[in-house]
């Protein structure tokens, strides 16, 4: 993992290495300056040498200034270095995701990749900060306070030698049973959170059912659970704090007990001691920090996994060295293809299918939910690669095709179709981006998108929310399907695309694509039988396999699936359809 | 420890609060006294122990810095002078200090463990009245206000609260105290020098605070751009799969870079110059410490007995300059970790403030009996309902049977009070009627499902049940007998069989077997891995759509309400679950008013009554053979759909 993030330092390694350096030269700046002070309690004050006090104090003033260039210094160094590694991660994961094949999406999933390149990485940002400044900071504090300690007097640095070790042993125990304990509590406390969301999306089954007083019941219980499991875990870090306090007591106390003696000895001076006192002050405070930035890394670790998990990831699929660059005709061949999304899940999800399309035929495709219509159709433009068999687009294995030059020839409208913000005509660029107004407006016309847009106030100046949040579902599936049209395709795939356009208005669509692009391949994915039934064939999928593969009227012959769902469609059980006529 | 890594990950920059821009707050003093109202109501003894116990640990302190000086002027200069080596009166003294130390270090640790029983207290009350007092809130509230903003405050704001009670206050407090006396201390020891730092600290506080300005403009753009960015990366992940169709991968990297590129030099700024505070901060510090010693150093030098100022009391003002920067240094960070605090329960006492329910209804429903053809107050489930109307003019109480009957006169309804979305809507259905709601999407069919149940008062006009006005029936009665179910389904996180029980908390298992059944549930429920003790998380993610339709029926199934609302679901689920979800709704309905808002022809056309809603007005009303033959709006739906489909 370190190895993976640390590959995307690139131009910022020396930053990397100068925030530490700057950080020591502040920490030694530190370390001086109460040994100066102590001198100028011995050899000035003592010695009633006033120009050595003034002269001292003007050394220790500059030494600050140097700690103060090299603090900024240090600060300046460690934000460009984890701002830029944070940067170059996001950059890295982004680029990388936009390799991915379809499969590798589906594995990280929508939330999982966001959360990837926005809150882990900045909990990576803030770790690395941490790491470079504070964690730099603090055992250089340590050592070099013990290092001065030792040199004024080898006698005493060895009490602080022994409570540095006792308070370490003592937190690192606390600090280990804390995490679980935390760990434990934070988990609780997300289930907790999410009952509330539960309550608060489905507030209206709760007061339909008037279960308000169940509801709260139920929360005090999960509430006063997470109050002790709370309780008991701060019980267990408070301990810190005092037993950091009572560590410093005892050091001074000792340290003013044998250093008196010493002093009275005559091997220890006044100004000496005073230095001691404070070094000991630096090495407690900096043995508190590193326990709290241990506690920080831990954290950011499960961040670090996950960037490394979208980084290392590779994609799937892949251009072939020799990649064919033109597909000739909108032909679609099946041979014998197996497909299954995993490559351990033991049943397949589509089942040796054969099939064969000529180039400008229109078929429809038809079946129930997770009979794989869709699954069927990602596999020509080489979404996904088949397990077994081969699919040919123009007489070619698509997978000896160029990927932009086959998806460019595909156009597949994606059943979760999304707009991006931004206006319709830059939404409709996506599939030319070198479309005129007028290829717009002719291919907004097909897929009886033109009608609304000119309605809109700014027409195809309109701007698109995110998510195309201010059109309705039909509107924006007319959208996407202009789109895609704009790509001038050989093939073009719609997988359930009009399912929330009205019937009619489908009908047109339908109806303007056999006039307009005859001699594109159409396949058309419905739960309608009325959006197939016209097309030169239908494929029924049942359960993976192709149960039937012919007109409408061989169909209704032979195919009882079909004629099944013919039959509750137009009979008493079918879809009105009342609200779609808006 | 943990709290502050997990803060982190609350929000962007959240790691690192020094320099961030303070949010800005209308009242900030009354809602701390609100707030601390809040805490000291409940924990008023606590509360006193806390004080108490800071008071003792900053005392023992004080003295422990006080001890250098008396340790070298009471104890080690005498016995250089003299050269006598008794050190028994400085073991006393040691030992006396070593017991305030202890006295110091058990009031810190009382402190700290009283602390977490009022912080966590204080933070389960809240978020148990948050929830309660959510849950009694109307469903305007709900349908106005983003869940993702209500979510915010049991979890964001709920969290900075934590911090600010737990870590913030006592900081605070200790603070103020420390600052005092360290002050009176310094007094005591030289005017002069005491002088001489507080210039120094004023001289710090200004450096802070020009910093602290530079980086809260370079955080709120670096705020800006990092939303920017996150809402370009969520929208592009989102459409990750169109991007790769449409082979915009290049197009997509540019603009992301663009952003990338934005961000990291405005969070660059901004880190730079809050991680500029520490150093300037503590090299002030020493640079203060450095002129006291200097200044200090040469008036004990003076030799001024009158003065009195001795080596011993330089080391303890020394001492005491370094204790002096620390807490104030401390004050204006945890100011700001404090009005963030505030901010947050500002959200949370808003949410507290919003009105509840109100419920003026007195009508209840009973179990009821017949005794001799008069209807009777049963004390257990009859299987029949009476409204119980308390007549207050005449002290008198009377029964009358629920059967299910309801009329609209003239009802106008709108979500506020400028746009109305209902005119004038008249309809009546007897008992055991199917009434179907019909037309475009936005003419208000969902609408009058809110109104029935009253999520939503009307504006005008009258509702009745069984010649009752709605508004006479208490809420949860009138709630209670009608079943609900939504387009939206949704379940709760626990077992298939305590979901369906949710209509009737006291089923036993063979009546949720029965309502399963009921509902064409049974067969599916069978099949899932643990049966009916299956659990369900996520709102039932694990299930399919149709399966968690199936589910809410039987939910409303097992309450066995005798006016059903249905609104069917218009989700494109595959044609053979349709028709189970179907024939579950149709038995569900059977001998049950019920108003349904229709998508299928097969409801619609056995209605007894279909009402054509057109703009939020009844254009037209009657039985499916009746609107044909009208030849009118029914007719173009039907028609046009027919010409379709055939």
Known sequence: MIKTLGKELKEYKLVSVLTPLCMIGEVAAEMIIPKLMGKIVDNGIYAENMAYIFRVGFLMIVIALFGLAAGIGGAYYGSKASTGLAKNLRKAMFDNIQTFSFSNIDKFSTSGLVTRLTTDVTNIQNAYMMLLRMAMRAPATVIGAMIMSFMINPRIATIYLAAVVVLAIFMVLIMSKATVYFKEVFEKYDELNESVQENVSAIRVVKAYVREDYENDKFKKAAGNIYNMFVRAEMNVIKMG??????????????????????????????????????????????????????????????????????????????????????????IRFEHVNFAYNETSEEPVLKDINIDIKSGETIGIIGGTGSAKSSLVNLISRLYDVTDGVVKVGGIDVRDYDMETLRDQVSVVLQKNVLFSGTILDNLRWGDKDATKEDCIRACKMACADEFIERMPDGYETFIEQGGANVSGGQRQRLCIARALLKKPKILILDDSTSAVDTATDAKIRKAFAEEIPGTTKLIIAQRIASVQECDRIIVMDDGQVSGFGTHSELLESNTIYREVYESQTGAGADADFDKQA | MAEEAKEIKVGPGGGNRRGMPRPKLENPGALLKRLMGYVFKYYPAHMVAV??????????????????????????????????????????????????YGLGVLAAYIQSRVMVYINQGTLRRLREELFTHMESLPIKYFDTNAHGDIMSIYTNDIDTLRQMISQSIPQLLSSAITIVSVLVSMFILSVPLTVVTIVMVGVMLFCSGAATKASGKNFVEQQKNLGALNGYIEEMMTGQKVVKVFNHEAESIAKFNELNEALCNSAFKANTFSGSLGPINAQLGNTSYVICAMIGGAIALSDNIAVGFT?????????????????INQVSMQLNSIVMALAGANRIFKLLDEKPETDEGYVMLVDAVEENGEIKEADHHTGRWAWKHYHKATDTTTYQPMEGDVTFNGVDFGYTDEKMVLHDIVLHATPGQKIAFVGSTGAGKTTITNLINRFYDIQDGKIRYD???INKIKKADLRRSLGIVLQDTHLFTGTVKDNIRYGKLDATDEEVIAAAKLANAHSFIKRLPEGYDTMLTGDGANLSQGQRQLLAIARAAIADPPVLILDEATSSIDTRTEKIVQDGMDRLMKGRTTFVIAHRLSTVKNSDCIIVLEQGRIVEQGTHDELIAKKQRYYQLYTGMKSETA
């Open chain 2, 51 to 100: 004080v108490v116990c800071i008071l003792v640990t900053v005392a023992s302190n004080i003295q422990g810095t006080l001890f250098t000086k008396v340790l070298i002027d009471s104890y080690i200069q005498p016995m250089l002078d003299s050269g006598d080596g008794n050190f028994g009166p400085l073991l006393g003294a040691i030992l006396r200090v070593a017991i305030f």
């Open chain 1, 242 to 331: 005092p037993m950091m306090t009572a560590t410093v007591y005892v050091c001074i106390l000792l340290i003013s007990w044998v250093g008196a003696h010493m002093i009275v000895a005559g091997s220890l001076t006044t100004g000496e001691l005073m230095g001691l006192l404070s070094y000991c002050m630096n090495i407690l405070m900096s043995m508190m920090f590193l326990a709290i930035i241990f506690v920080m890394l831990t954290m950011a670790q499960a961040s670090g996994k996950r960037i490394a998990e979208v980084l290392e990831e590779t994609p799937d699929i892949t251009n072939k060295a020799d990649a064919i660059m033109a597909v000739p005709d909108g032909s």
């Open chain 2, 467 to 469: 010649n009752i006005n």
């Open chain 2, 311 to 327: 080596v011993g009391a330089l080391a303890s003002f020394l001492t005491f300059n370094r204790n002096f920067s620390m807490p």
